[in-house]
């Protein structure tokens, strides 16, 4: 089955903290996107990989950092989270960029830093 | 950047009636504007798309329409069900790699 996977789901940490959240897909992919939710904000974009090794900022990308080592893969990394940082938060996978054709979304990961 | 602004941020509507969301762009550059809905606890999904050079895009009881000189577009429901209750996204992109989405509408079909 086509899917986007993240890890976790739910999360619960203190300031300060480093978390990792996990995102992989099956789909063979090259594009992949991380995205953070909130209320009356919308979707917004924290960062962006067209590739294996190539990564850039999205909208949103002060306290984030990211990886693609590997092209299934790409995880999203709070170095020192803060509150500000809790919200929902999406990755995304797309055979196209992310501009140009549909983005295949996982199923979130709720995070609360407290 | 691209800003999308969109309205209205919650919608009632009567089952069987239409339901209508707008959306503004400010880049003129935009050429892909997709609509992704995401039902209560789940993912966005895309419903419906449409590219810059075409105005109008159907599909069964969704459409799509897009004003390039206004700089904007409308997502168009019509005969809604229960179903549709969810919150939609619209959102644009000016390049191959980022799309920008509003703030979505809350969409509630009154049985």
């Known amino acids: 089955e086509a899917q986007v996977t993240q890890n976790p789901r739910y999360l619960i940490t203190v300031t300060g903290k480093k978390l990792t959240v996990t995102c992989s897909q099956n789909m063979n992919h090259e594009y992949m996107s991380w995205y953070r939710q909130d209320p009356g904000l919308g979707l917004r974009q924290i960062y962006y990989s067209m590739n294996v090794e190539v990564t850039d900022k999205g909208d949103v990308p002060e306290g984030y950092k990211v990886s693609r080592k590997e092209k299934r893969n790409f995880p999203l990394i709070l170095e020192s989270p803060s509150p500000n940082q809790t919200s929902l938060y999406f990755c995304a996978s797309s055979w196209s960029g992310g501009g140009t054709g549909e983005l295949f979304f996982g199923e979130g990961s709720r995070l609360t830093v407290l | 950047g691209e800003n999308v602004e969109q309205h209205p941020s919650t919608l009632s509507v009567q089952e069987g009636d239409s339901a209508v969301i707008k959306c503004t762009y400010s880049d003129s550059a935009s050429n892909y504007f997709p609509w992704y809905k995401q039902e209560l606890g789940k993912r966005p999904q895309l419903i419906i798309d449409?590219?810059?050079?075409?105005g109008e895009k159907k599909d069964q009881r969704i459409a799509v329409t897009l004003n390039k000189t206004a700089k904007h577009f409308s997502l168009h429901i019509t005969e809604t069900q229960p179903e549709d209750s969810a919150v939609y996204f619209c959102a644009a992109s000016s390049n191959d790699y980022k799309l920008s989405f509003g703030a979505g509408t809350t969409v509630t079909v009154r049985a």
């Open positions: 449409i590219r810059s050079n075409v």
